[in-house]
């Protein structure tokens, strides 16, 4: 009987704490993770005038998008200085070139606009912004700021939160769960498989934004969901940034697609950043 010939595609999503967030970096969660934590660094305003930013406060809902007990709080009103702002600088520049969105979690009192600003250390004159509008009041939800439009941009090392920038009014916003893009990412290139011609193939994984460690480890390679009679035979490190999945057997089942996932463990690279990295691409 002539063979039938299917695809066999993965889908290599992108997955983080739960979330589809594997491309993020956690910059600060308020209960003392991240880069950011502990070094924000706010501006209220001349003697007198009022408004407060704090940090480590109780969070007001623990509902929905965020069940943390801490976040942080931006409180303005009509004494206040309408340029009220918190921001981190880190030691390093944000690689912008793969991956160029930020996100971070908010709770307003009011359906007011959120702004998010990178610049270069303290040189505000060259900084870009974008800003989130609530959608509800009085409910987590998340704000998402796309920078791709500078994505050439090398000197971003500081970011900002403002809240309601420019205006003197009242108004409150708690804000959590602030994240950055992810340079590390693992992406395997696209390659075709037959049907019952499984055994021997040969997948090409490459590493952006790092290093491989000098000697993996097959078992820190969790390929899931392959079609049955398919297992991953060796791991074969060719380089520094790529490395070749080698699968084993031939899958006597007749599936005509099968969403695969791979999972590398954070120990297979000589610096990470994340516990685990999902790759990306597709594989038909």
């Known amino acids: 009987m ?49 408004g407060s930013i704090q940090f480590n406060v109780a969070n007001p809902s623990i509902s929905g998008l965020n069940l943390s007990a801490h976040v ?34 908010v709770y307003s009192s009011l359906k007011e606009e959120v702004l998010f600003k990178l610049q270069p250390g303290a040189d505000y004159t060259k900084a870009v912004y974008f800003t989130y509008k609530i959608k509800a009041a009085n409910t987590w939800e998340e704000a998402t700021y796309d920078f791709s439009s500078v994505k050439t941009r090398k000197d971003f090392n500081r970011i900002e939160v403002h809240f309601m920038d420019g205006r003197k009014t009242n108004g409150t916003l708690y804000f959590d769960y602030v994240l950055g893009p992810n340079p590390v990412n693992i992406t395997v290139d696209t390659a075709r498989i037959a049907m019952g011609q499984e055994n021997g193939t040969v997948l090409t994984a490459r590493l ?4 491989f460690d000098p000697a993996l480890t097959k078992s820190n390679w ?49 610096d990470n950043n994340l516990a685990s990295y999902v790759a990306k691409g597709l594989v038909l």
């Open 2 to 50: 002539k063979k039938q010939i299917t695809t066999l595609m993965m889908v290599l999503s992108l997955l983080f704490g739960g979330k589809l967030q594997a491309q993020f970096l956690l910059l600060d969660d308020m209960e003392g993770n991240g880069p950011c934590s502990g070094n924000w660094t706010s501006f209220i305003g001349n003697p007198g005038t009022t």
């Open 72 to 105: 942080a709080k931006f409180t303005k009103d009509t004494t206040c200085s309408e340029w009220m702002g918190t921001g981190c600088t880190l030691p390093d520049s944000f690689d912008l070139s793969k991956a160029n969105t930020f996100k971070m979690l």
């Open 208 to 211: 952006y934004g790092g290093t």
């Open 222 to 270: 969790v390929v899931s969901n392959l079609p049955a009679g398919v297992t991953v035979d060796s791991i074969l490190r060719v380089n520094d940034t790529t490395a070749q999945i080698v699968l084993a057997g031939n899958s006597a089942v007749n599936y005509s697609r099968s969403n695969v996932t791979i999972t590398v463990a954070g120990s297979e690279l000589t």
